[in-house]
C-alpha cells in the first residue's frame, strides 16, 4: 500500500505544469485598451552592407557580389526592426492575417529578408529554385543559436514545420547549400508587437492597462528595454537608441 500511495503521488506531480514554463497566451475581450508607441533610432556609424561571393548555381543564383545590409538604417532610424511587449499573459486576438509563415526561395534569396509569424504555428518553406536548398533555421538564445530545423530541398516544393521556439523571439534563416543566403523570422508570443516603420516609428495598440517590459529585438544588434505604465484609453511613449 505504502509503494501504491508514493506511486500515486508520483503520478500527480507529472500532471503539473514544469517549473518556468509559460502558459499559454489568452486572447480576451480588452476594454478602453492604450498604447504605446515611439522611435528606434539608430545611434553610431552606419556600417555597409555584408558583401558576399556568389559561387555555384549561377544560371539561377546569380553570378557576382551579393549585398546583405543587415543593419538597415534611414535618416537615423533602425529599421527591420521589432518592438514588442514582453511576457504578456492575455489581450486581444492575434491578427487573422499572422498565423502560418512562409520563407520563400527564389533566386537563392530568402524572401521578405524579415517576416513575422506566430509562436507554435507552421511555417512553409517553399522553394521554387530548380536548385537544392537545404533551409536551415536557429532559435536566436542570446549569442547563440540553436537549430529549429533543418531540411534538404533538392527540388522546387514545399515542406512545413511546426515553429514553438521556448526561450527566444526570433529565428535566423540560412541555406546550408548556399553561405550567401540570409534571413530573418520574429516568432510572436502575443500580438503585442509592432515592427519598425521606415519612418524608425512603432505602435502597439488595445493594450490592456497595466505596467509592461517593452523590448527592441534586431537580427544582429544588441536589443533594449524600457519600463512603460499604459493607462486606460492613454499613450506611453518610449524612445530607443540602438548602437552598433
Known sequence: MKKLLVSIAVAGLCTLPLAGQAAAYKEVTVSNGGSVT??????????????????????????????????????????????????????????????????????????????????GSKVAAINQDPVLHNIHTYEIIGRTKKTVFNVSQPEPGTVTKTVKLKRGVAMKVE?????????????????????????GSFKIDNVPAGKY????????????????????????????????
Not at 486581444?92 to 513575422?116: H, M, R, T, W, Y
Not at 527592441?216 to 499604459?230: F, I, P, R
Request: one cysteine or more; proline letters at 4%.
Open 175 to 199: 541555406c546550408d547549400a548556399h553561405d550567401f543566403m540570409h534571413g530573418f523570422v520574429f516568432v510572436a508570443k502575443s500580438p503585442y508587437f509592432a515592427r519598425v516603420a521606415e519612418d
Open 213 to 244: 517590459t517593452v523590448k527592441v529585438w534586431h537580427g544582429t544588434l544588441k536589443g533594449d528595454k524600457a519600463k512603460v505604465e499604459v493607462a486606460a484609453g492613454g499613450t506611453a511613449k518610449v524612445d530607443f537608441n540602438i548602437k552598433k
Open 38 to 119: 515611439g522611435t528606434v533610432n539608430f545611434k553610431g556609424k552606419d556600417q555597409p552592407p555584408k558583401v558576399y561571393s556568389i559561387t555555384k548555381d549561377n544560371d539561377v543564383c546569380g553570378t557576382g557580389k551579393r549585398s546583405i545590409d543587415y543593419v538597415r538604417v534611414a535618416n537615423g532610424k533602425l529599421l527591420d526592426t521589432v518592438v514588442y511587449l514582453d511576457k504578456v499573459k492575455q489581450g486581444k486576438p492575434f491578427p487573422a492575417d499572422l498565423s502560418d509563415g512562409k520563407i520563400n526561395q527564389k533566386g537563392c534569396e530568402f524572401k521578405p529578408f524579415l517576416q513575422v509569424m506566430k509562436n
